[in-house]
């Protein structure tokens, strides 16, 4: 399985930009920015949790597991 963030797609829906969403989440923009590209390893569950809040939504809004194309992954 691999993981999709979505958050591009969310930000939108919200009409947030994502300078706003790193100022109140309390994290840097280079760092959102690698999130929202997938570029991340892991992400804290605070972290998550406080995406969540600003955005309100769940962290199923924000993250996909889709089957990966080799199927050995």
């Known amino acids: 399985m691999q993981i999709i963030v979505r958050l ?3 930000l939108a829906m919200r009409k947030m930009k994502s300078r706003d ?3 109140i989440v309390g994290i840097t923009e280079q760092n959102l920015s ?3 590209s997938g570029k991340v ?3 804290r569950f605070d972290t ?3 995406i969540c809040a600003a955005l ?3 962290p199923g ?3 996909e597991a889709v089957p990966s194309e080799n199927a050995d992954e």
């Open 8 to 10: 591009d797609v969310m």
């Open 21 to 23: 969403l790193a100022s």
């Open 34 to 36: 690698l999130l929202k």
């Open 41 to 43: 390893k892991g992400i």
């Open 48 to 50: 998550l949790s406080k």
């Open 56 to 58: 309100n939504c769940q």
């Open 61 to 63: 809004d924000l993250l």
